[in-house]
């Protein structure tokens, strides 16, 4: 076996730290073997070819799906698990009231006796990475020690990863720690745990999607944040699209949506054809780290390089450039499979599920064939609507920041803050019915301030005052707006027909941005007038459209004083600012 020492004199580019820590690693989990990601075509060719012999992945159709893969978790392995999530911080305080929390030393000691002798009779994988263009200054490194050859395919489309990235470890000497085992995958043997001061992630029992692909969620969200804060930028749950008007210009907006809400799609939304002359650019479906620039805008990069999407909903209707995208060289992970081998999901209008994501015979009595919280994953450049400058290391200049949730009631379809503070305390008071993304139940709301709740590592108090100190830094700010696509009139019914026609909202909003349209002032913020929203050639009632815009009085003063209520958790680290957000409006409420 190779070891790293005897690596560094055969790869020159071998930073001494990395070399030193997967030794430690190895004597620590006793792997039969190591492999170091080079990030070849080839490397990925052959251990997906190894896998389909293992039984481990199955060869989806290829004349109607070629280069894609079926992978089935484990049954009990099918989502986040926030309730196993710790953030580990010296000072309890540090991780706030919004985090699990355990003291490093002993994390760390509960951590050391689940990965010993862990990857007995396992290859361990050294998996080098690069969130964000590998040129740029913006982006940040990792490495990702795992014994999992699915979390090394899905680490190589979702990231830069393999050689370059090892080389830019080398030249800067810094990089976070990722170490995974998918152990047994016992649920009661499962932790993910952070250390931000250490820029260290432990990941054990779990094989699923944000609790193993290291990069994702933990580093580019969690430990990113941390550091985020001390260096003077955002790392936000957002996507990033650019949007190209009939008069041939292209803004840039930002938008942060809980798990399951929507970015994947509002980030490839086709414009209706009823909205002539619009183009949309996808930079990034999930994650954007936002840095004020010398010129006083906000500018944000995607870290990744592939989408993890959502798999129910897609089809040719609510976004034809998903479902183009996911039919060619596309990982697939607990979607179900029709009798001729294709993938089958709810949403669906064609084929029929004859096998379900556990491998079973389809019986509709097990519940839905595809599990709803199914995935994708592909590289952004299969995207029709890709953007290149989702590889310009500058980033893209940001014209609007847009937070929402998924709420039957109360939240209207659009509405912009009056100014930046006002604009946090918005965006902190995001509420969500919860989704599959997450193991535990559906459809009960809870706050997620941000999109952030299961991702921000530190205190949201002081994530709320560092909300406060960047923007007092940018002469040219973002506006800050809050949508709702899901308010639902008595019948449970949508009321507002979503996906493309979510652009109608987003003109909207770019004219605002502008100042080419007014709005009606009202106590929770800025709402269009009805006539200034573009609804030509669309479908929806007058009386709809009034529901949808409806602000009621009874309802947000309720909503006020939970938010309220909500907020007080955070005690001395709630930003004087947001009490005195809050309190204007509930003035203004007359509550
Ligand atoms: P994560 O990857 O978990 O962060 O999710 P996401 O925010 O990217 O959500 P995604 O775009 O994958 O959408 C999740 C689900 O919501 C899918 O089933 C979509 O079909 C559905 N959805 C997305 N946009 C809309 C919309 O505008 N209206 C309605 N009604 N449903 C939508
Ligand atoms: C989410 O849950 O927000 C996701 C999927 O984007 S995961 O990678 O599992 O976090
Ligand atoms: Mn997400």
Known sequence: MATAAHLISSLPQLSPDVAKWVDSVRELTQPRAIHWCDGSDEEIRELTARLVREGELQTLNPDSFPGCHLSRSNPSDVARVEHLTYICTPNKEDAGPNNNWMDPAQAHTKMRDLFRGCMKDRTLYVVPYCMGPINSPLSRC??????????????????????????????????????????ELDPERRFIMHFPHELSIESFGSGYGGNALLGKKCHALRIASWQARSEGWLAEHMLIVGLQNP?????????????????????????????????????????????????????????????????PGTNPETNRNAYDMIRRDTLFTNVA????????????????????????????????????????????????????????????PISALVFGGRRREVAPLVYEARNWKHGVLVA???????????VGQTGVVRRDPMAMQPFCGYNFGDYWQHWLDVGAKLSKAPRIFHVNWFR????????????????????????????????????????PVPA?????????????????????????????????????????RLPAEMTAQLQETARKLGA
């Open 247 to 311: 008069q041939g210009e292209t803004h840039y907006i930002a938008c942060a949506f809980p798990s399951a809400c929507g970015k994947t799609n509002l980030a490839m939304l086709i414009p209706p054809d009823s909205l002539p002359g619009w183009k949309v650019f996808t930079v990034g479906d999930d994650i954007a780290w936002l840095h004020p620039g010398a010129d006083g805008r906000l500018w944000a990069i995607n870290p990744e390089s592939g989408y993890f999407g959502v798999v």
């Open 488 to 527: 639902r009139d008595a019948g449970g019914k949508f009321l507002w027909p979503g996906f493309g026609e979510n652009l109608r909202v987003l003109d909207w909003v770019l004219r605002r941005c502008a100042g080419t349209v007014g709005a009606n002032e009202t106590a929770i913020g800025n709402l």
């Open 428 to 438: 902190a008071s995001v509420a969500s019915e919860t989704t599959a993304a997450n």
């Open 142 to 183: 990792g490495v990702e020690i795992t014994d999992s050859p699915y979390v090394v395919i899905n680490m190589s489309i979702m990231t830069r990863m393999g050689r370059p990235a090892l080389e830019r470890i080398a030249r800067e000497g810094k990089f976070v720690r990722g170490l995974h085992s998918i152990g």
């Open 532 to 572: 200034d929203l573009n609804l030509q050639g669309l479908n929806v009632s007058a009386d709809a459209l009034q529901q949808l815009l409806a602000v009621e009085p009874g309802m947000w003063k309720k909503e006020t004083a939970e938010i309220g209520k909500y907020l007080e958790q955070y005690g001395s």
């Open 337 to 396: 499979m029709t009798a001729n081998n294709e993938p089958w999901w709810e949403g669906l209008t064609t084929g029929k599920p004859a096998v379900d994501w556990q491998g079973r015979p389809y019986d509709p009595a097990r519940g839905p064939a595809a599990h709803p919280n199914s995935r994708f994953t592909v590289s952004a450049k299969r995207n029709p609507s890709y953007s290149h400058r989702s590889e310009d290391p500058q980033g893209v």
